[in-house]
């Protein structure tokens, strides 16, 4: 299996991307999918997950952020508004073909696969 992460970049604070994870087998095979990030210094942290159809959000990014994934076209998205310099950090997304219990699914350790990260980075 290979994630491929795109569409990071630099951005200014309050602006906007959209994370793309490309994945090499159908998406509707994985129960549970998200977006990890690691800023320099510190460990990786979850984002956004989508497990056995319900999304949770870390609280920092809860109203700014928007995970959703694409079937048809296998791809996993990120949508990020309103960014702040906290937010810089390389985004990994990952996968796991099982759902992953509710108690485990916002670390990194529950994930099988995982992509090769895209940077972020924000300027105030």
């Known amino acids: 299996v290979q994630l491929q992460a795109s569409g990071g970049g630099l951005v200014q604070a309050g602006g906007s991307l959209r994370l793309s994870c490309a994945v090499s087998?159908?998406?509707?095979?994985?129960?549970?999918m998200g977006w990890f990030r690691q800023a320099p210094g510190k460990e990786r942290e979850f984002v956004a997950i989508?497990?056995?159809?319900?999304?949770y959000y870390a609280g920092s990014v809860t109203g700014r952020f928007t995970i959703s994934r694409d079937n048809a076209e296998n791809r996993l998205y990120l949508q990020m508004n309103n960014l702040k310099p906290e937010d810089t950090a390389v985004y990994y997304c990952?996968?796991?073909?099982?759902?992953?219990?509710?108690?485990?699914?916002?670390?990194?350790?529950?994930?099988?696969?995982w992509g090769q990260g895209t940077q972020v980075t924000v300027s105030s």
């Open positions: 990952a996968a796991n073909r099982n759902r992953i219990a509710s108690g485990s699914a916002r670390s990194a350790r529950a994930y099988s696969y």
């Open positions: 087998e159908r998406t509707f095979s994985f129960n549970a």
């Open positions: 989508w497990n056995a159809g319900t999304k």
